[in-house]
């Protein structure tokens, strides 16, 4: 009795081309939905950390919405709450602090569209009663290195003068001035700090001097 080329094959173990064992379709769709499944949660995880990340760079500060002269009373439509990223290295006012802001001084002047910085207004006019502001071009060296925030209380001691013998005595080289730090900011040139220091009226006029002759250098104490 003949056989056929399929009971040959299963007799020798082997089966002929073309008869390979079909994949079940329940367990093909059931695979693909497993990975569906892995592939949204995967998803998801990396939304999540995305959205943590965004939220902890999200910081709510004071925006000055209009330009702002030193000593001005600030309005309620002079400053409003903006959102923004990390503001490493930028001193800025934390968006609660808004309402105490209103009907305190600008301490600075202030520039529309920027962010308040810290101790840029205050309670106290400037220049106070009896007090002068005075502008200061300090070189390399003479000015304290970081960020002296605005209000910070800082004392002007006078050194010889640039270039000459250090160790060179005049009426002036005791004398140190107290001041508290109005603003400051980095000349053009990158070479010197610019700064404006309130100091007593009748200390100003000298104090113009020895900044003009580069005799002066700024000290800070702890703040009390």
């Known amino acids: 009795m003949s056989t056929t080329l399929a009971e040959q094959a299963t007799r020798n173990g082997r089966f002929p081309l073309g008869s390979a064992q079909r994949v079940d379709p329940k367990a093909r769709r059931r695979t693909a939905h497993i990975l569906g499944?892995?592939?949204?949660?995967?998803?998801?995880?990396l939304a999540a950390v995305f959205v943590v990340r965004a939220v902890q760079t999200q910081n709510r500060v004071v925006?000055?919405?209009?330009?702002?002269?030193?000593?001005?009373?600030?309005k309620v439509t002079d400053l409003a709450e903006v959102t923004v990223g990390s503001v490493q290295g930028v001193s800025t006012v934390p968006a609660t602090q808004l309402p105490t802001l209103v009907g305190q001084r600008a301490s600075v002047d202030l520039v529309h569209g920027s962010l308040l910085p810290e101790g840029s207004v205050s309670d106290v006019a400037v220049p106070a009663a009896k007090q002068s502001l005075v502008g200061i071009r300090l070189d390399q060296g003479r000015m304290v290195i970081g960020n002296v925030t605005p209000q910070s209380r800082v004392r002007l001691?006078?050194?010889?003068?640039?270039?000459?013998?250090?160790?060179?005595?005049?009426?002036?080289?005791?004398?140190?001035?107290?001041?508290?730090?109005?603003?400051?900011?980095?000349?053009?040139?990158?070479?010197a700090t610019l700064i404006n220091v309130q100091v007593a009226q009748a200390d100003a006029g000298l104090v113009a001097q020895l900044a003009a002759t580069n005799r002066l250098a700024v000290v800070q104490d702890p703040q009390r």
């Open 157 to 191: 001691v006078v050194t010889a003068p640039q270039g000459g013998d250090p160790a060179f005595k005049d009426a002036n080289s005791s004398r140190e001035f107290p001041a508290v730090l109005i603003e400051s900011t980095a000349a053009l040139d990158g070479a």
């Open 63 to 74: 925006l000055v919405r209009t330009d702002i002269s030193r000593g001005a009373v600030i």
């Open 37 to 45: 499944v892995i592939a949204l949660l995967v998803v998801c995880g």
